[in-house]
């Protein structure tokens, strides 16, 4: 893409930007919450790519005035510092073109909300269970790393630990666009715990992540949730707190079922099981979303199939495998200490060539 068509683009981009720092500012924007939340979003989306273009803008300035000097000069002195000058701003223009090339593509507006996580032990019975737990801890980790909250909404204790299944809500900077990698089947190889001949198993856990659902995204009706409470319980089934606190939700329309044990008091289990029901609620659209992008994109990393087998931990080996871009690390334990960010790294790169090949910019 030529400076030209790139400016003219950026140009394009940042006349939307003051369009929309203009309309944030209006009392009768400012009154409409859905349309103020989404417009104040827009904003804030466009900010990195017009300090790109503004650095990028000011660059080319800046190239045009050293080949001009250069051009018109006689001293050697004058020509060679000329030289060197626009060597720099070349590679600064080049590097700030690569930045801006990806600032440009279409980002899945879901990406900066929060989101609610989902571990279901699979395949390997108490072993599943167990791995489940180990990526519980491999998350928290990568949160207290990253600065972001977790609560826990509900969980199923495994009869030798970990979980049959744990749901929790991840809170921070840009949580989904980095989470929505995990979402799909991880598989294990290693000896379990319970394994007396010292043999190789493998075993598997599904993940969901889903984008959290903003209050006025989805309209529920009352009537249609039936709420249940029962006393919260913890493994093997024995009662943890004799009040009725735990919440169930049954949403009756579309039959989903949402239960939250979490917290002591009753309110606050409701406000956490609402919020996972606005959720899964607000999924089944979002799903149709990706879809309809997977059908476009066949080879897209992040295509929202929570059954695909997306990666292998090779415990004997010490070797972690993503199988949709075939990259493979050598550091399983630290890994499982929650340093996954390389392996992010490596699929939002290999994400963005696909968008740019597609795109074609």
């Not at 571990?119 to 519980?136: K, M, N, P, S, V």
């Not at 039936?226 to 009725?244: A, E, K, M």
Request: hydrophobic share 35%.
């Amino acid at each position: 893409m030529s400076d030209n068509l790139i400016l003219n683009r950026l140009e394009g981009v940042y006349k939307r930007f003051q369009e929309v720092a203009v309309e944030i500012t209006k009392p009768e924007i400012m009154s409409d919450m859905k349309r103020y939340v989404k417009l104040n979003k827009e904003y804030k989306d466009l900010e990195p790519l017009i300090d790109a273009y503004k650095a990028y803008k000011l660059v080319i300035e800046n190239l045009s005035s050293s080949k001009a000097l250069l051009s018109t000069e006689t001293d050697e002195e004058m020509r060679e510092m000329a030289k060197q000058e626009i060597d720099t701003l070349i590679h600064q223009s080049e590097d700030l073109e690569a930045e801006i090339k990806i600032l440009l593509l279409p980002q899945d507006p879901e990406d900066a909300k929060n989101a609610i996580v989902e571990i279901r032990g699979g395949t390997g019975g108490d072993e599943a269970a167990i791995f489940a737990g180990d990526l519980y801890r491999m998350y928290t980790r990568f949160c207290e790393i990253k600065g972001w909250k977790m609560a826990v909404t509900s969980m199923t204790e495994g009869t030798q630990g970990g979980y049959k299944e744990i749901v929790f809500e991840v809170s921070g900077t840009d949580v989904y666009g980095v989470m929505k990698y995990e979402s799909g089947v991880h598989r294990v190889q290693r000896v379990p715990k319970t394994e007396t001949q010292g043999r190789v198993h493998t075993s598997a856990a599904t993940i969901a992540v889903l984008p959290e659902a903003e209050d006025f995204e989805i309209d529920l009706n009352v009537s249609d949730i039936r709420v249940d409470t029962f006393c919260s319980s913890g493994p093997g089934g024995q009662s943890v707190n004799t009040t009725y606190s735990a919440i169930r939700l049954t949403h009756i329309p579309t039959g989903l079922i949402v239960t939250c044990q979490d917290e002591k008091s009753q309110i606050k289990n409701k406000e956490k099981a609402m919020k996972e029901l606005r959720t899964r609620l607000y999924n089944i659209e979002y799903q149709k979303y990706l879809d309809e992008i997977s059908s476009k994109r066949k080879t897209m990393v992040s295509s929202g199939d929570r059954s695909a087998k997306i990666r292998t931990y090779n415990y004997p080996q010490g070797r972690i495998t993503d199988h949709r871009i075939n990259y493979t690390m050598y550091n399983l334990q630290s890994f499982m200490d929650g340093n996954i960010q390389e392996m992010i790294d490596q699929l939002q790169m290999a994400e963005n060539s696909e968008k740019l090949k597609v795109e074609g910019i």
